[in-house]
């Protein structure tokens, strides 16, 4: 049985879930979908379509500490399923490389012929130079290895730095097509037409790439059924996450409840946060990813009341 994969890479906070939420809708055929978090609980599959057939990988990387959970979700999804298509989102510590060579080998030990359609890779130019000083080899992989780059956040640097941002992207990928216009602004359909207008060739990963695993570089905390927050006060708690006093805070998601009963979805990344209203109730949880965490103040954060608690401004 042949199974076509697109693969959807991207550092922490770049972007692949908004960027699925466009293109699903817009593709042909059937869809499933496999997402990887790399803490202990799933965010992201709650926020994607739930008329799709989902496989949620928690707790590691689908490229090292997840293979037999990897593979036995691709099996049971085309079985199940029989889908023309298997969306791939990985966590966005895991190296793209070893995700293709876990691919291949799959392919080679099972009745599955393993096709790899499109590798995907979203940029965060914003944060792009400090995860490079940052986490140098560890942050390229996933881009040395895409097909196709789209970049975003736009809208947190100039026009001169984002060329000069595609530029040395062009040094770690010459063949890669870079996407170099905002396509948050595009609709879902137009962003479909680009994927299926591009050539490409069949994929060789970067050998090169001394991979490192995720959990050597990161770690996470998860809360589940985090209190409920006053509307008023979620912008001074998503910024209050760039303090040290957490710990260093990479990338954090989740969902909560607010007194209004309105539910929401929110992303923090040391560049930037946001947030936004669902519409409809959610399990409510979040998930944390960085280094040297200090578990005590994040519970603290977002397991207590905010009487006595100063947030940053």
């Not at 990887?36 to 590691?60: Q, R, T, V, W």
């Not at 500490?65 to 049971?76: C, G, M, P, R, T």
């Not at 966590?91 to 590798?119: H, P, T």
């Not at 736009?154 to 890669?176: H, R, T, W």
Request: contains cysteine; aromatic residues 10%; hydrophobic residues 40%.
């Amino acid at each position: 049985m042949s199974i076509n994969i697109n693969i959807i890479s991207g550092f922490l906070g770049a972007g692949k879930t908004t960027f699925l939420k466009k293109i699903i809708p817009n593709l042909g055929g059937k869809i499933a979908l496999i997402e990887n978090e790399f803490g202990s609980m799933g965010i992201d599959g709650d926020l994607i379509d739930n008329k799709l057939p989902i496989k949620e990988i928690y707790a590691g990387c689908i490229c090292c500490s997840l293979v037999k959970d990897f593979k036995k979700a691709i099996e049971e999804l085309s079985i199940e399923y029989k889908p023309d298509y298997i969306l791939i989102e990985p966590s966005g510590v895991g190296n793209l490389s070893d995700i293709i060579k876990v691919c291949k080998k799959i392919s080679e030990n099972s009745n599955f012929n393993i096709k790899i359609n499109r590798l995907i890779t979203i940029v965060d130019i914003s944060s792009f130079e400090d995860y490079i000083e940052g986490f140098g080899e560890f942050y390229l992989d996933q881009i040395k290895n895409a097909h196709i780059i789209f970049l975003s956040h736009f809208d947190k640097i100039d026009d001169i730095k984002v060329q000069e941002v595609i530029s040395k992207i062009k040094l770690y990928n010459k063949s890669a097509f870079i996407m170099n216009e905002d396509w948050h602004s595009y609709s879902g359909e137009k962003i479909v037409d680009i994927l299926s207008s591009i050539d490409i060739e069949e994929v060789e990963s970067n050998e090169e790439t001394t991979s490192i695993p995720a959990n050597k570089v990161f770690s996470t905390l998860s809360v589940s059924k985090p209190r409920v927050f006053r509307v008023e006060e979620i912008d001074s708690v998503l910024a209050s996450l760039g303090s040290k006093e957490y710990g260093f805070i990479f990338r954090a998601k989740g969902i909560l409840k607010l007194d209004t009963n309105r539910v929401i979805s929110f992303d923090f990344t040391p560049h930037h946060f946001d947030w936004r209203y669902l519409d409809e109730d959610k399990e409510t949880k979040v998930a944390i990813i960085g280094s040297e965490l200090n578990s005590e103040k994040i519970l603290e954060c977002f397991n207590k009341s905010t009487g006595g608690i100063q947030w940053l401004k």
